[in-house]
C-alpha cells in the first residue's frame, strides 16, 4: 500500500550565489502522517498538509521564501488506503456514522468541506513571534506556492542580526503552519471555523 509520509526533507547543498532549500522537519506531534486503514482515513478526514519544498535566499537586507505544499487525502481504494495530492481549494466529503437501522447497518451521513480562504504562517520557534504569513492563491493545480519578502530585522534579533552583518552564518529555524478557514455542512450541521494543520520547521543558514 502506498503511503505518503509528512516527515524529513533533506537539505541540498547549493552555491552559496543561488536560492538554497531549506531542511525542513515535522514537529509538534512528533508522528508522520499515514494512510492504510479506514480509522486513517477518518483522523485525516479534514486532510493532511505536506510542505514539498522550501527554498530562500538573501536578496539585499530581505530573506526571500519559496515554498511548495500540496493537501494529502487519505481515500479507499481497490487495493486498500492510499494518500493522494488535493487542492487546497477543492470542495470534498466525508462520512459520519449517525445510527444503525433495524437491519443491524450503519447509517452514515456525507458531510461536505469548503474552503473560504487560506494562510501558512511563519515564526520564530524560540520566541514564537510571527514572522510573516502568506495568504493561499486559489488555482487549478495540487501544488500550492507560496512566496514573500521579508526583512532580515524581522526575521532575526538583534545578536543574530550582528552577527550576520559581520559576515559569520547564522543558523536559523523557522516553524510553520496553514491556518484554514472552512465550512463544514450537511443536512443537521453547518459551521464556520478555522483549522490548524502542521507544523513544519525550517532549519536556515543565513551568510552574506
Known amino acids: 500500500m502506498k503511503a505518503i509520509i509528512a516527515g524529513l526533507i533533506l537539505a541540498t547543498s547549493l552555491s552559496s550565489l543561488a536560492s538554497q532549500n531549506a531542511s525542513i522537519v515535522k514537529v509538534f506531534d512528533g508522528t508522520n502522517a499515514t494512510c492504510k486503514t ?54 470534498f466529503t466525508y462520512q459520519v456514522l449517525m ?48 512566496s514573500a519578502s521579508v526583512a532580515l530585522d524581522k526575521v532575526l534579533n538583534a545578536s543574530e542580526l550582528e552577527k550576520f552583518n559581520a559576515g559569520e552564518e547564522v543558523q536559523k529555524t523557522l516553524d510553520l503552519f496553514l491556518k484554514r478557514n472552512i465550512n463544514v455542512e450537511n443536512g443537521e450541521l453547518n459551521m464556520r471555523y478555522t483549522q490548524s494543520y502542521g507544523a513544519f520547521r525550517l532549519k536556515l543558514k543565513l551568510k552574506k
Open 99 to 146: 445510527s444503525v437501522d433495524e437491519n443491524g447497518e450503519a447509517v452514515f451521513s456525507t458531510v461536505e468541506v469548503s474552503t473560504n480562504e487560506a494562510e501558512v504562517v511563519l515564526f520564530d520557534n524560540k520566541t514564537y513571534q510571527k514572522v510573516v504569513s502568506i495568504e493561499s492563491k486559489n488555482n487549478s493545480t495540487k501544488t500550492t506556492e507560496y
Open 38 to 91: 479506514s480509522q486513517d482515513a477518518y483522523r485525516y478526514k479534514l486532510q493532511a498538509h505536506l510542505v514539498k519544498q522550501a527554498k530562500y535566499e538573501i536578496n539585499g537586507d530581505n530573506l526571500e521564501l519559496d515554498l511548495k505544499a500540496t493537501m494529502l487525502s487519505c481515500d479507499k481504494t481497490e487495493t486498500g488506503y492510499s494518500f493522494s495530492d488535493a487542492n487546497l481549494f477543492d470542495t
